[in-house]
């Protein structure tokens, strides 16, 4: 994650502000910082670490296509009464540990560095696959795929603070961040597909057995062509580095200090900033709800609509989640004409320095949200209607499956557009922000699908998707208003 204001007096620090500035602005005209990298390595950075995100991904719902072996190989049962079905807590397991772990584990990688933390915690996620794939009993399944997802979420979210080293400027770091946001939503939504193709074959444990075999070729990719992105790492023998930033022996003797406040600031910040400030809790509560609907979609579709309605196997129910990805590709097609208009501007003033450009073109962090409201009301709320009201055995099983599609639509826009309008609405405390806006996407990705079967047997297929639908266009409101009311809606800091 990029890190935080400097300055802020909760963070322990080196030098003063001025003279970080004057570091800053020194070395990033040095070769070898990765501002001044060719566009070409960046990019193959960039796309390796969004391919191991989207892959990542995958193993956190490609397990619920095959809810039914799994119960039955291990005794377990989704029916008992009172009780939440059993089938889908490796997945709560996996989210739960995704939600945490990140917040722990980014700041501290920020100062080790971001290349030997990344490949040890892949191969430790490797590790952590062959349990799955192996367990014996269903307790070992959650525990290990519990260690998984805290591992996977730090390679899913780490990829925003490589964007920040080594984009310059929002202008370069606008389409990065779009690729990732769709490798992070198009892995867990491609994720039941995988699942639902391999045990149209095979055991549920080839679904492990193959995504090992995914990771370990990609492994060897990864340790080849990712490098170190952190300036601080990059330039840590550098004298320059040492002189203009004031790094001398007293830093050793405040390392202690420095990680513990570290770690209670990139714990306590993001809740703090989710229960004080209303703007970041209006857009985590919309980009949460939209997330949780990728895994909520698994449980519903998977589970629920297309096997009862219309009488597809689990696997071919799985399988039919394809239209989730159908959608957010649309979504991210929608998502790079927006980047274009809020960028427009800012082309007319290319005599300027980035930052004056900025100003000159009047950039306001609220000119990333018209592609939530699109997305929340049109893709969701309406896709949502549409599933629910077409979830009837009268009616072809494409009709529900479009709706699916204007669903996986609407997360794609609602997901990006949050992430982009915190960053910028927040800028002093950007990574804190995301940190908190990401924690509450996975505890919803975590939590909210348990209700789904209970949901769905009480109020019917058609009550429980409208519901979701009400409450997506209540949450469709949040970006319209806060477009309406600017940055009013901001508390003056």
Not at 96 to 106: E, F, K, Q, S, Y
Request: aromatic share 10%; hydrophobic share 50%; with cysteine.
């Amino acid at each position: 994650m990029p890190s935080d204001d400097p300055g802020d007096s909760t963070t322990p620090t080196i030098a003063t502000t001025t003279t970080k500035a004057h570091a800053s602005s020194s070395l990033e005209d040095d070769p070898r910082h990765p501002y001044q990298w060719s566009n070409a390595r960046k990019w193959r950075i960039t796309l390796i670490a969004c391919l191991v995100c989207f892959v990542v991904g995958i193993n956190s719902t490609a397990i619920t296509a095959a809810a039914e072996p799994i119960n039955n190989d291990f005794g377990e049962s989704d029916d008992n009464p009172g009780m939440l079905p059993v089938s889908f807590w490796p997945v709560t397991a996996w989210n739960a540990g995704a939600a945490i772990c990140p917040m722990v584990a980014l700041p501290l990688m920020e100062d080790v560095g971001v290349y030997k933390s990344y490949i040890f915690i892949y191969v430790l996620f490797i590790i952590f696959v062959i349990p799955q794939a192996v367990a014996n009993s269903f307790a070992t399944l959650v525990v290990t795929r519990a260690i998984a997802g805290s591992l996977g979420g730090v390679l899913q979210n780490v990829i925003d603070g490589i964007a920040a080293d080594v984009w310059e400027g929002e202008e370069k770091r606008l389409l990065p961040l779009t690729l990732y946001v769709f490798s992070l939503v198009g892995g867990v939504s491609f994720g039941p597909v995988f699942g639902g193709a391999v045990i149209s074959h095979l055991s549920w444990r080839w679904i492990f057995y193959i995504q090992l075999i995914i990771y370990g070729l990609l492994l060897p990719i990864a340790i080849l062509l990712l490098e170190e992105t952190r300036p601080n790492i990059i330039f840590k023998h550098s004298n320059q580095y040492r002189v203009e930033t004031h790094s001398n022996s007293d830093e050793n003797s405040t390392k202690n200090v420095k990680v513990i406040n570290l770690l209670t600031t990139s714990l306590l910040r993001p809740l703090k900033l989710l229960t004080t400030e209303p703007v970041i809790a209006s857009m985590t509560l919309l980009s949460s709800f939209a997330f949780g609907l990728v895994f909520l979609a698994t449980q519903s579709a998977g589970a629920v609509v297309f096997p009862d309605v219309f009488a597809f196997s689990a696997a071919n129910a799985s399988i039919v989640q394809i239209a989730l990805i159908i959608g957010e590709t649309f979504g991210l097609l929608a998502c790079l004409v927006q980047n274009k208009l809020y960028l427009r501007p800012l082309h007319k003033h290319k005599h300027t320095t980035t930052e004056e450009a900025s100003e000159e073109a009047n950039l306001i962090p609220e000119q990333h949200l018209p592609i939530a409201v699109l997305g929340a009301f049109l893709g969701i709320s309406i896709g949502l209607f549409i599933y629910g009201s077409c979830s009837l055995a009268s009616l072809p099983w494409i009709a529900p499956a479009i709706g699916l599609a204007l669903v996986g639509f609407g997360i794609m826009c609602v997901v990006q557009a949050a992430s982009l309008y915190v960053t910028d609405a927040f800028p002093t405390v950007a990574s804190s922000a995301i940190a908190g806006v990401a924690f509450g996407e996975n505890l919803f990705a975590a939590f909210l699908p348990l209700a789904t079967d209970k949901m769905y047997a009480v109020l019917g297929n058609v009550g429980a998707s409208c519901l979701l639908g009400g409450c997506g266009v209540v949450l469709s409101c949040f970006p319209a208003i806060l477009i309406w009311r600017r940055s009013r809606a901001r508390r003056k800091r």
